[in-house]
T-cell receptor
Framework: DTEVTQTPKHLVMGMTNKKSLKCEQH?????MYWYKQKAKKPPELMFV???????INESVPSRFSPECPNSSLLNLHLHALQPEDSALYLC????????????????FGPGTRLTVT | SQQGEEDPQALSIQEGENATMNCSYK?????LQWYRQNSGRGLVHLIL?????REKHSGRLRVTLDTSKKSSSLLITASRAADTASYFC???????????FGTGTRLKVLA
């Protein structure tokens, strides 16, 4: 199974709501990622988890809160978002993080289209 | 700032023609990867080329890497309508874990 799943596919939320995005993979990958992608732009890295520990936080505002409850699951908790946070949120996984000997290909989920009203 | 800049930003060709897109980057890298993204969907990994490789083939794809010029190109031969998508290069700078994606090339293949 080489699939990364994301739920929900679409999410509309108000600025005072709290919601969560979910990502799951069953490939035994030990690195998982959250990206944000605006229309016609490349994905921008938000967070990286390695062995369920947060390795990279790209100075993301605290209204985005990641969580990795186990090696297969990655959540992104959303609270008090702004309209400019509307975007496609992509989850990805890779076999591991390898810093000096290269890196692995990433497997992406289909994304959650988030609209903040 | 963006690690990779791609050109052209958009490319429109007829089915059966070849498509070439280029990626430039700024720092030393361990490898460079190319991904495809169909409209509004997740990215799909196409090919990875290591810093000590100069050329790599996978089916109708040919990737070159010139580390002295900090650039890479992706050639898609005999294009098909199904190749219509955005194509991104991605690099991981030496000594980091971070994937940085290029600005992307939007390819349209006309049937």
């Amino acid at each position: 199974d080489t699939e990364v799943t994301q739920t929900p596919k679409h999410l509309v939320m108000g600025m005072t709501n709290k919601k969560s995005l979910k990502c799951e993979q069953h490939m035994g990958h030990r690195a998982m990622y959250w990206y944000k992608q605006k229309a016609k732009k490349p994905p921008e890295l938000m967070f990286v988890y390695s062995y369920e520990k947060l390795s990279i936080n790209e100075s993301v505002p605290s209204r985005f809160s990641p969580e990795c409850p186990n090696s297969s699951l990655l959540n992104l908790h959303l609270h008090a978002l702004q309209p400019e946070d509307s975007a496609l949120y992509l989850c990805a996984s890779s076999q591991a993080l390898v810093r000096d000997r290269g890196s692995y290909e990433q497997y992406f989920g289909p994304g959650t289209r988030l609209t903040v009203t | 700032s963006q690690q990779g800049e791609e050109d052209p930003q958009a490319l429109s060709i007829q089915e059966g023609e070849n498509a070439t897109m280029n990626c430039s980057y700024k720092t030393s890298i361990n490898n460079l990867q190319w991904y495809r993204q169909n409209s509004g969907r997740g990215l799909v990994h196409l090919i990875l080329i290591r810093s000590n490789e100069r050329e790599k083939h996978s089916g109708r794809l040919r990737v070159t890497l010139d580390t002295s010029k900090k650039s890479s190109s992706l050639l898609i031969t005999a294009s098909r309508a199904a190749d219509t998508a955005s194509y991104f290069c991605a690099t991981v700078s030496s000594g980091t874990y971070k994937y940085i994606f290029g600005t992307g090339t939007r390819l349209k293949v006309l049937a």
